[in-house]
């Protein structure tokens, strides 16, 4: 999740060189075994054989430990939490202008740089905006980031009759 030059910037900083969010998410990332489907139990959950490999099935408890990590880096360093929010969703916009600087490259519109990227380049800066959208979402609302984002994916869902519906807006069941 950014350009070639913050990436290289990235590797060349000295392990333990100060306080890094990802890095200091990194066990929360893993998962830990017993913990279960539901982050709390210490019955077994369907997501505990993908955290053994490293690969949790669903991407929330992954983007809730990212805000926890971005949350604690932005609180150490004073910044008020309305505008760590704020700061995530411009980097939310910047991660769609690494998905469309990807686009253009591929299709090799700027002159000065020709065929500069692949469609695998444009797959994964569109992983980074979802990536980023979701930590955004987790970390304005921790609580419910999961179904608010079900809710909505209904309500919008429901405005295409593609999607199954004819249109309408979903029922108060529905999130509507």
């Known amino acids: 999740m950014g350009d070639a030059t913050s990436q290289e910037r990235n590797r060349e900083r000295a392990p333990g060189s100060g306080p890094h969010p990802l890095r200091d998410a990194e066990p929360a990332l893993r998962g830990a075994p017993g913990r279960g489907a539901d982050g709390g139990s210490d019955r077994p959950g369907p997501d505990d054989a993908y955290r053994e490999r490293g690969q949790p099935r669903d991407v929330w408890p992954v983007a809730h430990a990212l805000a926890r990590a971005f949350d604690a880096h932005g609180d150490a360093q004073g910044v008020p939490r309305e505008q760590q929010w ?35 380049d444009v797959h994964a800066e569109v992983a980074d905006v979802v990536i980023t959208g979701l930590v955004a979402l987790a970390r304005m609302r921790p609580d419910d980031a999961a179904d608010f984002l079900r ?20 029922s108060p069941a529905e999130g509507g």
């Open 86 to 120: 704020t700061l995530q969703v411009l980097k939310l916009s910047e991660e769609t202008g690494e998905a469309a600087q990807a686009v253009i490259g591929v299709q090799g519109t700027n002159p000065r740089k020709g065929h500069s990227h692949t469609w695998e």
């Open 151 to 170: 809710r909505q994916l209904v309500r919008k869902a429901a405005r295409f009759p593609a999607a199954g519906r004819s249109g309408a807006e979903p």
